[in-house]
C-alpha cells in the first residue's frame, strides 16, 4: 500500500529565510507520481508540481524547488527567501500506476508554514 | 474563463437528507475528480471521471454517486447523509492528452463546499 508522511506538522520561518518541506513517501510500484500542493488560508488549492518517478532531474521554479532522490524515496519542496504569501498549509501526494492520474492519489496530511514579518 | 465552480458554498444537512453537489468547469477538460477533506488531514479521492459518460469509485465512495453526462458537469450525490460526511468538499478538473503520461497535466481546484451534517 503506498503511504505518504509529511513528518513536519507546522513550521514557522521568519520572513527571506529558506525554507524546506519534507515528503517521504512508501510504494511498491516501479512507476508513480508525485505532487506538491498549497492550500492557503482561503482553503483553495493550488497546484504545484507533478513528478514522475523515472525523472530524478531537481525542478526549480521561481523561489520553489523540488528535491526528488528515488534512494531514500523522498520529494522535499524548499522555498528560497520565503515571503508572508508562502504562509499555507503544504500537501505532499503520491499516484501509483501508469497512467499517473489521481484516481489512486494519497496525500499526506500536510505541513503548516507560518512565514512571520 | 471562470474555472473551476462550485456551489453550494456551505450547506447544513440532517441525518437522512439528501443532496447535490455541484461542480461545472468551463476549461473543456477532460478529467474531473471529487475529493473530501476532513479537518488536518490531506484529500481522499471519492470519486473520478476520464470523460463524459464514463466514471470510477476512487478511494472512499461509499455513501456517495457521481454521473458525468457532459464534459463540463460532475455533480456529486449524498443520498442520505450521515455525520461521518461532514467535510469539505472540492472538485477538480484537468486536461489530459491520450497517449502521454501527463508529465505536464495540471489540475485546476474548485473553492471548496464545506458541509455540515448534523
Known amino acids: 500500500a503506498q503511504k505518504v508522511t509529511q513528518a513536519q506538522t507546522e513550521i514557522s520561518v521568519v520572513e527571506k529565510e529558506d525554507v524546506t518541506l519534507d515528503c517521504v513517501y512508501e510504494t511498491r510500484d516501479t512507476t508513480y507520481y508525485l505532487f506538491w500542493y498549497k492550500q492557503p488560508p482561503s482553503g483553495e488549492l493550488v497546484f504545484l508540481i507533478r513528478r514522475n518517478s523515472f525523472d530524478e532531474q531537481n525542478e526549480i521554479s521561481g523561489r520553489y524547488s523540488w528535491n526528488f532522490q528515488k534512494s531514500t524515496s523522498s520529494f522535499n519542496f524548499t522555498i528560497t527567501a520565503s515571503q508572508v504569501v508562502d504562509s499555507a498549509v503544504y500537501f505532499c501526494a503520491l499516484s501509483e500506476g501508469t497512467s499517473g492520474s489521481a484516481r489512486q492519489l494519497t496525500f499526506g496530511s500536510g505541513t503548516q508554514l507560518t512565514v512571520l514579518p | 474563463n471562470a474555472g473551476v465552480t462550485q456551489t453550494p458554498k456551505f450547506r447544513i444537512l440532517k441525518i437522512g437528507q439528501s443532496m447535490t453537489l455541484q461542480c461545472t468547469q468551463d476549461m473543456n477538460h477532460n478529467y474531473m475528480y471529487w475529493y473530501r477533506q476532513d479537518p488536518g488531514m490531506g484529500l481522499k479521492l471519492i470519486y473520478y471521471?476520464?470523460?463524459?459518460?464514463?466514471?470510477d469509485k476512487g478511494e472512499v465512495p461509499n455513501g456517495y454517486n457521481v454521473s458525468r453526462s457532459t464534459t463540463e458537469d460532475f455533480p456529486l450525490r449524498l443520498e442520505l447523509a450521515a455525520p461521518s460526511q461532514t467535510s469539505v468538499y472540492f472538485c477538480?478538473?484537468?486536461?489530459?492528452?491520450?497517449?502521454?503520461?501527463?508529465?505536464?497535466?495540471?489540475?485546476?481546484f474548485g473553492p471548496g463546499t464545506r458541509l455540515l451534517v448534523l
Open positions: 477538480a478538473s484537468s486536461y489530459r492528452r491520450g497517449g502521454l503520461d501527463g508529465s505536464k497535466e495540471t489540475q485546476y
Open positions: 471521471s476520464v470523460g463524459a459518460g464514463i466514471t
